[in-house]
């Protein structure tokens, strides 16, 4: 079972964590890292399964962050809002996938990138509705008399919305899209010609789901993290989204939670693990930053296919050289 | 008129240092399909080495700057050796998380030295303007200018007519053809990553006048992807050249264009680019490689 | 009846323990304080000096003994500018480390987005740096701030150089983020107060390299006073492009600009800048006898030499100490926001402003004052503007 393990370990964590932590730090921790795992689905869709190098999921992130904002600011119930949220995800998704039409590997992944630059400018010139730079401030997620705005309860909502997704994601990578995805991911031209598949189509569906997902996560990110501003979405956010499911296994969903805990709570433990050593603290934030390059060459270096292969009894490295 | 070509001329010096930044970035990229998310790392290190060398240890600039691009050089190198290496014939995303990962070791490493997350620097290049009719020239955008033509032709003979160079474009163009030739292919990789790091270094010292040297200077090489996908990827000269249309193109939207575009238009180019020419934008000068 | 009285005693020294614990971060030994900062990411350069001088004000406390025989403790945490990972360490220092207050947090996003947390765990919230004016306004018992918007700043000075100086087409140059907007609100609204507007106005984002463009585009415009929303970087990099190609227009920077490493690194190019300070840059030459013994003290134990950011941060630890002295030995949330409440300090070695809050106010200071950099040093030309 790819589900049971890691969240059977990531509860045994939190129950670790909640004893040593308190509660309320180890629940945030949690709530951003099942959010995180909701964008890495995303990712796991887009380069684990058919295969492409995308460098701007931050920026579908972002619309759905400023989506859900902007509504709740409104007042807009969330049971309305996310959707329109994972729509826009979605459509912003297969916008970015268009050179894919044309372009192949390094270059589609330029044109992502450039993409998600993109988006990021418009986020800041579109000051009459984003405030631009400025940022807006997020209310909690509320429902009528219900509102999630402590920590337990915002944990509640995130791996609700994490395990529908995820089942979501099962059974899509289970079907004909899955097969497709693998298809293309293996080989584009034998793909298309010996089995019949749409390349462009199959391309597409990855980018729709993995964007909507992207819109969702980023719906849930604004409301917990409370405030969005456009470089929160930046480059870096989409390289973290990639190192996530690189670390924790593209190939498989349960990467990306391995990934997304390695992301959010690594930093987290470094820091802690400080606390504990003795001497000048002052000048360690240098030395966090090292620690956590270290900790992703490391990871790179000895599990090249992710600690999801590992978990699960270390398969062989991938065949062949597939772009991701 | 007069401001059109002042504005030119800081578009051509800046592109110069987003076309070397290119340039390092393809070279490694040709010679051994490594894509490196670190150069602007490396060139910021670069620019702190000549710093400590040239104010710290009381070096003359020539040497420091020498010192400094050499070792980094050596710096390249190693990595390669000890890291790198693993990623070749492995997936692209290997690379890019690697050399992401290596860069934040540097940068955090450099993060700890109190003087260097405390201030910011400058190499003391002569800063004069100079004159030329109604023109007014810095003296730094002249010297990037120079320095990057006089390197594109020690490279171009380096390239044409040395035994490692030859054996370098031999390697990058087919590996397994260059080893049966008796080519060291393994050594050849070391070699491009050492020229790539001291490539990125010297950028870094060129930079190193114009926006000074401090933490964040790496950050100029996000404008190199663009630069280096627009010349193809895989041609160095179209690094360079991309590089510099780059900057000209940034400089003239920022004069012409309505206020804000400015940012967007080197993405929006390499979008058109990217769609009208799908192969790079020196497709046209395959041939003459 | 002994077993009854020793249980009696026993209830009363467990609800004095659970007394003593119910202030968190609060014990007979220490305070604990826990600050937010950006130590690796976009604006490191300054997160690092404001811990130092946080570092340095509480590291003399304690040797003096602490406040009211209670040391100062203060648990850092790097946030990298990201508002996930101030989000989290604001969490971890509530639950995990419970301190007593937050000190200095950095930087608008993450302030944004820790400072609900910390207010709804009841902790004060003090002093961040971010220009937004939800960290004093609207009214909060735990919200204290001492840097007001750039706004407020950028009103007054403007308007204090149009009207002394006549000038007649005013322009600026911003960075297009909070901080460049702040400004551009603050400029539009003191040339509205002097029946102006804003000739022109250009942008560059956070990095950028070459100012060229916007310099050229501001000289078309005509402008007789550009206004600079830059950090040091961008501030000589716009003066020197000006300067070079013979546009001796002059020029205003915010607090942002005011750095010794604006002369030091712009040389020739920045002269005749003016700039808003909120606090004198620590000069070694010329300093008073306080000012270069604290000099001499930071350089020792930090190796480098201090700048205005350490001065703001040892100012703001500062505060806490007598802000905590007032509250007295019996130090609970509501004695020491009291005790803010009632504190009014004098300029100090620094020539910092007085600091005064009240029940009605907790912004400690709005005026900034007017610099020019005169021979390679800053020179201060105004008192602080009202």
């Given at each position: 079972?790819?589900?049971?393990?890691?969240?059977?370990?990531?509860?045994?964590?939190?129950?670790?964590?909640?004893?040593?932590?308190?509660?309320?730090?180890?629940?945030?921790?949690?709530?951003?890292?099942?959010?995180?795992?909701?964008?890495?689905?995303?990712?796991?869709?887009?380069?684990?399964?058919?295969?492409?190098?995308?460098?701007?999921?931050?920026?579908?992130?972002?619309?759905?962050?400023?989506?859900?904002?902007?509504?709740?600011?409104?007042?807009?119930?969330?049971?309305?809002?996310?959707?329109l949220a994972v729509l826009l995800g979605a459509a912003g998704g297969a916008l970015a996938s268009v050179p894919a039409w044309r372009l192949g590997g390094l270059y589609f992944a330029m044109s992502t990138l450039a993409f998600a630059l993109i988006v990021?400018?418009?986020?800041?010139?579109?000051?009459?509705?984003?405030?631009?730079?400025?940022?807006?401030?997020?209310?909690?997620?509320?429902?009528?008399?219900?509102?999630?705005?402590?920590?337990?309860?915002?944990?509640?909502?995130?791996?609700?919305?994490?395990?529908?997704?995820?089942?979501?994601?099962?059974?899509?990578?289970?079907?004909?899209?899955?097969?497709?995805?693998?298809?293309?991911?293996?080989?584009?031209?034998?793909?298309?010609?010996?089995?019949?598949?749409?390349?462009?189509?199959?391309?597409?569906?990855?980018?729709?789901?993995?964007?909507?997902?992207?819109?969702?996560?980023?719906?849930?990110?604004?409301?917990?993290?409370?405030?969005?501003?456009?470089?929160?979405?930046?480059?870096?956010?989409?390289?973290?989204?990639?190192?996530?499911?690189?670390?924790?296994?593209?190939?498989?969903?349960?990467?990306?939670?391995?990934?997304?805990?390695?992301?959010?709570?690594?930093?987290?433990?470094?820091?802690?693990?400080?606390?504990?050593?003795?001497?000048?603290?002052?000048?360690?934030?240098?030395?966090?930053?090292?620690?956590?390059?270290?900790?992703?060459?490391?990871?790179?270096?000895?599990?090249?296919?992710?600690?999801?292969?590992?978990?699960?009894?270390?398969?062989?490295?991938?065949?062949?050289?597939?772009?991701? | 008129?007069?401001?059109?070509?002042?504005?030119?001329?800081?578009?051509?010096?800046?592109?110069?240092?987003?076309?070397?930044?290119?340039?390092?970035?393809?070279?490694?990229?040709?010679?051994?399909?490594?894509?490196?998310?670190?150069?602007?790392?490396?060139?910021?290190?670069?620019?702190?080495?000549?710093?400590?060398?040239?104010?710290?240890?009381?070096?003359?600039?020539?040497?420091?700057?020498?010192?400094?691009?050499?070792?980094?050089?050596?710096?390249?190198?190693?990595?390669?050796?000890?890291?790198?290496?693993?990623?070749?014939?492995?997936?692209?995303?290997?690379?890019?998380?690697?050399?992401?990962?290596?860069?934040?070791?540097?940068?955090?490493?450099?993060?700890?030295?109190?003087?260097?997350?405390?201030?910011?620097?400058?190499?003391?290049?002569?800063?004069?303007?100079?004159?030329?009719?109604?023109?007014?020239?810095?003296?730094?955008?002249?010297?990037?200018?120079?320095?990057?033509?006089?390197?594109?032709?020690?490279?171009?003979?380096?390239?044409?007519?040395?035994?490692?160079?030859?054996?370098?474009?031999?390697?990058?163009?087919?590996?397994?053809?260059?080893?049966?030739?008796?080519?060291?292919?393994?050594?050849?990789?070391?070699?491009?990553?050492?020229?790539?790091?001291?490539?990125?270094?010297?950028?870094?010292?060129?930079?190193?006048?114009?926006?000074?040297?401090?933490?964040?200077?790496?950050?100029?090489?996000?404008?190199?992807?663009?630069?280096?996908?627009?010349?193809?990827?895989?041609?160095?000269?179209?690094?360079?050249?991309?590089?510099?249309?780059?900057?000209?193109?940034?400089?003239?939207?920022?004069?012409?264009?309505?206020?804000?575009?400015?940012?967007?238009?080197?993405?929006?180019?390499?979008?058109?680019?990217?769609?009208?020419?799908?192969?790079?934008?020196?497709?046209?000068?395959?041939?003459?490689? | 009846?002994?077993?009854?009285?020793?249980?009696?005693?026993?209830?009363?020294?467990?609800?004095a323990l659970v007394a003593a614990a119910a202030t968190p971060g609060v014990s007979d030994r220490e305070i604990v304080l826990g600050s937010i900062q950006d130590l690796s990411g976009p604006a490191a350069m300054l997160g690092s000096p404001v811990r130092?001088?946080?570092?340095?004000?509480?590291?003399?406390?304690?040797?003096?003994?602490?406040?009211?025989?209670?040391?100062?403790?203060?648990?850092?945490?790097?946030?990298?500018?990201?508002?996930?990972?101030?989000?989290?360490?604001?969490?971890?220092?509530?639950?995990?480390?419970?301190?007593?207050?937050?000190?200095?947090?950095?930087?608008?996003?993450?302030?944004?987005?820790?400072?609900?947390?910390?207010?709804?765990?009841?902790?004060?919230?003090?002093?961040?740096?971010?220009?937004?004016?939800?960290?004093?306004?609207?009214?909060?018992?735990?919200?204290?701030?001492?840097?007001?918007?750039?706004?407020?700043?950028?009103?007054?000075?403007?308007?204090?150089?149009?009207?002394?100086?006549?000038?007649?087409?005013?322009?600026?140059?911003?960075?297009?983020?909070?901080?460049?907007?702040?400004?551009?609100?603050?400029?539009?609204?003191?040339?509205?107060?002097?029946?102006?507007?804003?000739?022109?106005?250009?942008?560059?984002?956070?990095?950028?390299?070459?100012?060229?463009?916007?310099?050229?585009?501001?000289?078309?415009?005509?402008?007789?006073?550009?206004?600079?929303?830059?950090?040091?970087?961008?501030?000589?990099?716009?003066?020197?492009?000006?300067?070079?190609?013979?546009?001796?227009?002059?020029?205003?920077?915010?607090?942002?600009?005011?750095?010794?490493?604006?002369?030091?690194?712009?040389?020739?190019?920045?002269?005749?800048?003016?700039?808003?300070?909120?606090?004198?840059?620590?000069?070694?030459?010329?300093?008073?006898?306080?000012?270069?013994?604290?000099?001499?003290?930071?350089?020792?134990?930090?190796?480098?030499?201090?700048?205005?950011?350490?001065?703001?941060?040892?100012?703001?630890?500062?505060?806490?100490?007598?802000?905590?002295?007032?509250?007295?030995?019996?130090?609970?949330?509501?004695?020491?926001?009291?005790?803010?409440?009632?504190?009014?300090?004098?300029?100090?070695?620094?020539?910092?402003?007085?600091?005064?809050?009240?029940?009605?106010?907790?912004?400690?200071?709005?005026?900034?004052?007017?610099?020019?950099?005169?021979?390679?040093?800053?020179?201060?030309?105004?008192?602080?503007?009202?």
């Open positions: 079972m790819s589900l049971l393990r890691p969240a059977l370990l990531s509860v045994a964590m939190i129950a670790i964590a909640v004893g040593v932590l308190g509660a309320d730090y180890a629940l945030g921790q949690a709530t951003l890292v099942t959010t995180y795992a909701i964008a890495g689905l995303g990712l796991v869709i887009i380069v684990g399964q058919a295969g492409q190098i995308t460098l701007g999921q931050g920026a579908l992130v972002a619309l759905g962050a400023y989506v859900e904002a902007l509504l709740a600011v409104r007042g807009v119930p969330p049971l309305l809002s996310m959707p990021e400018e418009m986020l800041v010139r579109w000051t009459s509705l984003t405030r631009g730079g400025a940022g807006l401030s997020v209310p909690a997620m509320a429902w009528g008399g219900l509102k999630a705005d402590t920590p337990l309860e915002q944990v509640v909502v995130s791996v609700g919305v994490l395990s529908l997704v995820w089942l979501a994601c099962a059974r899509w990578m289970r079907g004909r899209l899955g097969r497709a995805w693998r298809a293309v991911r293996e080989d584009e031209i034998a793909a298309a010609e010996a089995c019949g598949i749409d390349v462009g189509a199959a391309k597409l569906h990855a980018f729709v789901l993995g964007g909507g997902l992207a819109g969702l996560a980023g719906a849930l990110y604004a409301h917990w993290i409370g405030f969005i501003s456009p470089e929160q979405f930046g480059l870096t956010f989409s390289f973290e989204l990639l190192m996530l499911v690189f670390i924790g296994g593209a190939r498989r969903l349960s990467g990306a939670l391995w990934g997304a805990l390695v992301i959010v709570s690594l930093p987290q433990l470094i820091a802690l693990v400080r606390d504990a050593l003795p001497g000048d603290s002052s000048r360690s934030a240098g030395l966090e930053t090292m620690l956590f390059g270290a900790v992703i060459v490391l990871a790179v270096l000895l599990r090249p296919q992710g600690l999801a292969s590992a978990a699960e009894g270390g398969r062989r490295r991938g065949r062949g050289r597939a772009p991701y | 008129m007069l401001s059109l070509i002042q504005v030119l001329t800081s578009g051509i010096a800046i592109g110069c240092v987003y076309g070397l930044v290119a340039l390092s970035f393809v070279l490694i990229y040709k010679a051994t399909e490594t894509v490196s998310f670190m150069q602007g790392e490396l060139l910021m290190v670069g620019a702190f080495a000549a710093v400590a060398l040239n104010a710290g240890a009381g070096w003359p600039l020539w040497l420091a700057a020498a010192t400094a691009v050499a070792g980094m050089a050596l710096l390249g190198a190693m990595l390669e050796r000890i890291v790198l290496r693993h990623a070749i014939g492995q997936p692209h995303l290997v690379a890019v998380l690697l050399t992401f990962g290596l860069g934040l070791i540097m940068r955090g490493g450099l993060t700890t030295v109190p003087a260097a997350s405390h201030d910011i620097y400058r190499l003391p290049f002569a800063d004069r303007v100079l004159q030329v009719g109604a023109l007014a020239l810095s003296f730094s955008h002249v010297l990037v200018i120079a320095a990057t033509a006089a390197l594109a032709v020690v490279l171009a003979v380096f390239f044409r007519h040395t035994r490692a160079g030859l054996a370098l474009r031999a390697c990058s163009e087919n590996a397994r053809v260059a080893s049966l030739m008796g080519v060291p292919v393994e050594a050849m990789h070391t070699l491009a990553w050492a020229l790539g790091a001291g490539l990125a270094a010297i950028a870094g010292v060129l930079l190193a006048p114009i926006t000074f040297v401090h933490l964040n200077m790496g950050l100029i090489a996000l404008k190199a992807f663009p630069a280096a996908v627009l010349g193809g990827l895989t041609s160095l000269p179209g690094a360079l050249l991309g590089g510099v249309f780059l900057g000209v193109v940034e400089a003239l939207a920022g004069l012409a264009l309505p206020e804000g575009v400015k940012d967007v238009v080197p993405y929006a180019v390499l979008m058109l680019a990217l769609f009208l020419f799908p192969d790079g934008l020196s497709s046209g000068w395959r041939g003459r490689r | 009846m002994p077993v009854f009285r020793a249980f009696v005693a026993l209830v009363i020294a467990l609800s130092d001088g946080m570092l340095l004000r509480l590291e003399e406390a304690n040797e003096a003994g602490g406040v009211h025989g209670r040391k100062l403790r203060m648990v850092l945490e790097d946030s990298g500018y990201d508002p996930k990972r101030g989000v989290l360490a604001a969490r971890k220092l509530l639950d995990h480390d419970q301190v007593f207050a937050f000190l200095a947090n950095f930087g608008t996003p993450v302030v944004m987005a820790t400072m609900p947390l910390i207010v709804e765990a009841g902790r004060p919230h003090l002093f961040p740096f971010s220009p937004h004016e939800s960290t004093y306004s609207p009214l909060h018992p735990l919200k204290f701030q001492i840097f007001a918007p750039y706004q407020r700043y950028m009103d007054a000075a403007t308007r204090y150089m149009v009207q002394s100086r006549g000038y007649r087409r005013t322009c600026l140059l911003y960075q297009d983020d909070d901080y460049g907007l702040e400004v551009l609100k603050g400029v539009e609204a003191g040339l509205a107060r002097v029946g102006q507007a804003l000739v022109e106005k250009t942008s560059y984002k956070r990095g950028a390299t070459d100012f060229s463009s916007q310099i050229a585009r501001l000289r078309a415009a005509d402008c007789d006073f550009v206004v600079l929303a830059t950090v040091v970087r961008e501030t000589i990099a716009a003066m020197s492009e000006a300067r070079k190609t013979g546009w001796m227009v002059d020029m205003l920077v915010t607090a942002s600009g005011y750095s010794a490493q604006t002369h030091e690194l712009g040389g020739m190019a920045v002269d005749g800048l003016y700039a808003v300070s909120v606090l004198p840059h620590p000069y070694a030459a010329g300093a008073n006898r306080a000012l270069a013994d604290w000099i001499k003290r930071y350089r020792a134990r930090f190796g480098v030499d201090p700048n205005v950011w350490s001065a703001m941060g040892y100012s703001i630890a500062d505060l806490f100490v007598r802000g905590a002295r007032a509250a007295g030995r019996e130090l609970t949330v509501a004695r020491f926001v009291s005790a803010l409440e009632h504190l009014e300090t004098t300029r100090d070695f620094f020539g910092s402003p007085e600091y005064h809050f009240s029940g009605e106010d907790h912004l400690g200071n709005r005026y900034g004052r007017l610099a020019q950099i005169r021979d390679g040093r800053w020179v201060i030309l105004t008192d602080y503007l009202k």
